[in-house]
């Protein structure tokens, strides 16, 4: 019969095979056939037990892995793995004692720690890192070759940091010089003050709260900035919500000028949007909807473009998916191919529907909004590191206030009618599938009526003339029928021709 440790080792065989692991019994052992190999129960020194994996990677013993039954709480077993990672036999070729890669799993969860960082504590990941990703870490500088080669011996930053051992994200991200940035707004500044703190006590999520117009792109460039720069992120991925709004964010990369000397972003780092389903060997920032990565995760080899164009904002509740997405292991996109994600003003569902494709990575996660929900700031486990409203934006003068003004057309209270001619097409989407039909209609049907992007200049136009008594201009400036308390608002409304009222 088969025992409930039994399956569990079972699952843990077929996830380490997909991460690219040869599994091996202790009596077979064989170091060279492939460079990552995991050696069921290996005995370790007296007074260890036996490991229930032993991890080597180009024949040296790196990590080791303790499995458990299913539902079985990892939170104690942490001591059990960094007993296993102090017990090497004396006779075993190791790069660092204890082994600096201890795994917990159950087939179902898993959970990892570096010994190599700062703090080691262990957080849940998707699946186990591939071994030409500890090879990776392993090869990474020490802290005290990496801060050497960032800062100059007499800047008066540097001091002293580890030399014994390869320095990881964790401890490279408390070294991140002083953000002194000139020509950024304070508020910016405060923001990456805050971030960066939040980081070097290795909180895993962050939310950044901004008014709309406050320039938060600019401020998550320059954060990607000193993260790639200074903490060494292999890859960022940019998260937006439609494809127009991933063009404008690679224009903001492809114009950011460093602070310390002036050369661009993309001078420097290959920036890349997506448009197919390959990412780039040397991009460093990688730009896409979450609709078309999850699409890359799942593999498939082509993707419906308009889906990209169309705005979770404005998909209607009954298109969007009715339970969470399923997410599988994907070997080109490892959980570990990105540092940091920075999602960028998403839709509700991305922190329901779409979380998997988010807690799929082992990644810092930091999300920018305007106006978040509380299901965002469970998401993020409450840690809000900035929170800039449009009132103190308006203060600082890096927005402009504005009053609404509701208007009403014949059309828009009254509705209308389009006369079906002979031969007239009509085209209806289905709103679950997007599939497009065309129906010839048998009689004039009511309408919803689209104002076209051509004729909004004109509307706004004849509204504001509409209203030119009641915004009273002065010297260039607009008192908006207030008496002015400080400095007035810059206002174009005086520019207007006169145009006659609307009907």
């Not at 370790?44 to 990590?63: E, T």
């Not at 720069?229 to 960022?236: D, H, L, P, Q, S």
């Not at 997506?274 to 920032?285: N, R």
Request: net charge negative; with cysteine; charged share 25%.
């Amino acid at each position: 019969m088969t025992t409930p440790e039994h399956q569990a080792r079972a699952v843990i065989d077929q996830q380490l095979e997909e991460s690219g692991w040869v599994i091996q019994d202790r009596a077979e052992i064989n170091l060279s056939a492939g460079l990552g190999v995991a050696i069921r129960e290996f005995k370790m020194k007296s007074g260890h037990g036996f490991a229930d994996y032993l991890l080597f990677v180009d024949s040296q013993a790196v990590g080791v892995l303790e499995a458990k039954k299913a539902g079985f709480p990892l939170g104690g077993v942490e001591v059990q793995g960094q007993k296993y990672s102090e017990g090497l036999p004396g006779n075993l070729d190791a790069p660092y004692a204890p082994l600096p890669f201890c795994y917990l799993s159950t087939g179902v969860e898993t959970r990892f720690s570096n010994n190599f960082d700062p703090h080691p504590r262990s957080r849940r990941i998707f699946q186990f890192h591939r071994p030409e990703t500890l090879v990776e870490w392993l090869e990474m500088e020490t802290l005290d070759e990496w801060v050497k080669s960032l800062s100059p011996p007499d800047d008066g930053l540097y001091t002293f940091a580890e030399d014994n051992k390869p320095s990881t994200l964790r401890s490279r991200i408390q070294t991140l010089p002083p953000d002194h940035i000139p020509n950024l707004w304070q508020n910016k500044v405060k923001v990456i003050t805050n971030l960066e703190q939040s980081l070097k006590k290795d909180k895993p999520r962050a939310l950044i709260q901004m008014a709309t117009g406050s320039g938060k792109t600019l401020l998550a460039v320059t954060a990607i900035y000193r993260l790639i720069k200074y903490g060494g992120a292999r890859r960022v991925l940019f998260l937006v919500d439609r494809g127009n709004l991933a063009e404008q964010t690679e224009k903001e990369f492809a114009g950011y000028r460093t602070p310390d000397d002036n050369r661009k972003f993309t001078e420097l780092y290959n920036v890349q949007r997506l448009q197919s389903a390959t990412i780039g060997s040397s991009s460093k920032v990688v730009i896409s909807t979450i609709q078309r990565f999850y699409s890359m995760l799942k593999g498939e080899p082509e993707f419906d473009e308009e889906s990209d164009e169309l705005s979770l904002f404005e998909t209607e509740e009954a298109a969007l998916p009715k339970e969470p997405l399923p997410v599988v292991y994907n070997k080109a996109i490892p959980p570990e191919y990105f540092d940091v994600i920075i999602i960028d003003e998403c839709h509700r569902s991305i922190y329901s529907l779409w979380r998997q494709v988010l807690e799929y990575f082992d990644a810092y996660l930091i999300g920018l909004t305007a106006t978040p929900a509380k299901h965002t700031f469970g998401f993020f486990n409450q840690n809000l590191v900035m929170e800039y409203s449009h009132e103190e934006a308006v203060a600082d003068g890096v927005n402009v206030d504005f009053e609404i003004y509701k208007i009403r057309t014949q059309i828009t209270a009254g509705g209308s009618t389009i006369e079906a001619e002979d031969g007239t097409m009509v085209g209806i989407r289905d709103r679950q599938t997007r599939q497009l039909r065309w129906e010839q209609p048998d009689e004039a049907s009511p309408a919803t009526v689209i104002v076209q992007s051509d004729t909004v200049p004109s509307l706004i136009l004849r509204v504001a003339a509409g209203h030119d008594q009641s915004l009273p201009v002065t010297n260039g400036n607009c008192t908006s029928g207030q008496a002015a308390t400080g400095p007035a608002l810059p206002c174009r409304l005086h520019f207007f021709p006169p145009c006659p009222s609307l009907e």
